[in-house]
């Protein structure tokens, strides 16, 4: 943790120092800030879950870090203040962080609420569209405003729905498991067990038509498909949800312009270079201005990127830090991936591994489908990169999500290992 912290504040005074030529008059509040902010949170850690992953929260602290210093080099070149906002943001996000630890002292105890859970879930969804409450911003009508307070309800949904899955799947998981019919070489389930997922791709799909919001359509889906396929050990759930998904995306592009625009815009973004193609354009010249080594913190924006604070901050990583700070930022990611699937593995109870690789799949997922998308590789969703974005309501979640994670890995540490149960530790 204490890496994480000299990390991010060496990288605040190089940003300064690549901005303005000085060192940032504000380092010391600035190193106060950060120290007693992740101080409390390695405090609770220690207090309330003292056997939890040791790396977490520092890999947290350190994208988290990252993210605040690119921000705020991006500051320098605008007209809003994106990095004091991030920075309250972080400190809720925090608060969050130790209040879930606090409040949640036995993981299993949330298995008993998973349909209370589907409806905060079903609530949160709708809310958006609520008159007087939503709003629709860049094209997609994915935000809620409560006074001063704007945030993304989807955010907290994606929690909630990993509950209910975890819960859901452990009490279906036989049945599902049991199906006797084939379908050529692949065995399906019977029909009538296909609810379940037909309701998350009805869900899915009804979130992208409606929301215009491709990204956490493709996140709440992946979510079910993964989490199904490790309760039933079924790689048959892999197959079927990859057609029901890729049928539902050739549905929505022949029937919405708005998923034809990303589509063309991801295969051929020269088509309108200075219309739907320049976010991507400039992404991609921004990224190759980095190089290997990049401009230098606090050197960046000599290609201006619209959104470089959030949907595209991974390009302003790759100009500022070149190949290598990409690549640190990926293995960053790898490395919470790794740990959260190590806390699934080693975990004998069956909702904590579901719950661990469900909340691992959506850090993953969601890495994977923004990254992949403003490197061309996947076409462009607008979601957020977790704990580097600018973003409230991402930062507070994605802080919840690593308490939760570390609530299991406390838990099943501390909890006496059976000859046996570690020998089938990889099965539920």
């Known amino acids: 943790m204490l890496l994480a912290v000299v ?4 990288a605040y005074v190089l940003a300064s120092l690549g901005t303005t030529a000085e060192i940032p008059v504000n380092l010391g509040p600035f190193l106060v800030f950060v120290l007693g902010l992740f101080l409390v949170a ?6 309330y879950a003292p056997e939890a992953d040791p790396v977490l929260l520092p890999i947290a602290a350190l994208l988290n870090g990252i993210g605040y210093v690119v921000i705020a080099g991006l500051d320098a070149g605008g007209k809003e203040s ?6 309250t943001w972080t400190a809720i ?3 969050a962080f130790c209040t879930a630890l606090l409040v949640v002292p036995r993981i299993r105890d949330l298995q008993r609420y998973r349909y209370t859970f589907l409806l905060t879930g079903l609530v949160l969804l709708i809310l958006p569209f609520v008159p007087g409450l939503g709003s629709e911003r860049f094209g997609a009508r994915i935000w809620v405003s409560l006074g001063p307070i704007n945030f993304q309800p989807g955010e907290v949904t ?3 729905l990993a509950l209910f899955f975890a819960g859901y799947l452990v009490d279906k998981r036989e049945l599902l498991r049991s199906s006797p019919r084939r379908l050529g070489p692949v065995r399906v389930p019977e029909p009538k067990y296909l609810g379940p997922v037909l309701l998350a791709w009805g869900v899915s799909l009804m979130v992208m038509i409606s929301q ?3 990204g956490t359509s493709l996140l709440f889906f992946a979510l079910f498909i993964v989490m199904l396929w490790v309760a039933t050990e079924r790689p048959s759930w892999l197959i ?5 998904f890729l049928a539902g995306a050739w549905f929505s592009f022949t029937r919405f312009g708005h998923v034809q625009d990303r589509i063309d815009i991801w295969l051929d973004p020269w088509q309108d270079p200075d219309g739907t193609g320049y976010q991507i354009i400039q992404a991609a010249f921004a990224m190759a201005a980095g190089g290997l080594a990049g401009t230098g913190l606090g050197l960046g924006g000599a290609v201006r990127i619209p959104l470089a604070e959030s949907d595209f901050i991974f390009a302003s990583i790759g100009e500022q830090l070149g190949l290598f700070g990409g690549t640190l930022v990926l293995v960053a990611f790898l490395m919470v991936i790794g740990s959260g699937l190590r806390i699934a593995v080693r975990t004998d109870q069956p909702f904590e591994k579901l719950l661990a690789v469900g909340l691992t799949t959506l850090i993953g997922v969601q890495a994977f489908i923004i990254i992949g998308g403003v490197t061309r590789l996947l076409p462009l969703t607008g979601i ?3 704990f580097v974005s600018y973003g409230g309501s991402s930062l507070v979640a994605n802080y919840m999500l690593i308490a939760l994670l570390l609530r299991i890995s406390d838990e099943s540490n501390r909890r006496p290992r059976k000859p046996e149960v570690v020998a089938s530790a990889g099965a539920l």
């Not at 990390?7 to 060496?10: D, L, M, R, V």
């Not at 390695?42 to 207090?47: E, L, N």
């Not at 079927?240 to 029901?244: E, K, N, R, T, Y």
């Open 42 to 47: 390695h405090i609770a850690v220690r207090r």
């Open 212 to 214: 215009k919001d491709l």
């Open 93 to 95: 996000g925090v608060v």
């Open 7 to 10: 990390a991010t504040a060496g």
């Open 82 to 87: 994106f990095a004091a906002a991030q920075a």
């Open 384 to 386: 957020t990169l977790p």
């Open 158 to 160: 994606k929690l909630v």
């Open 240 to 244: 079927i949800g990859a057609l029901l």
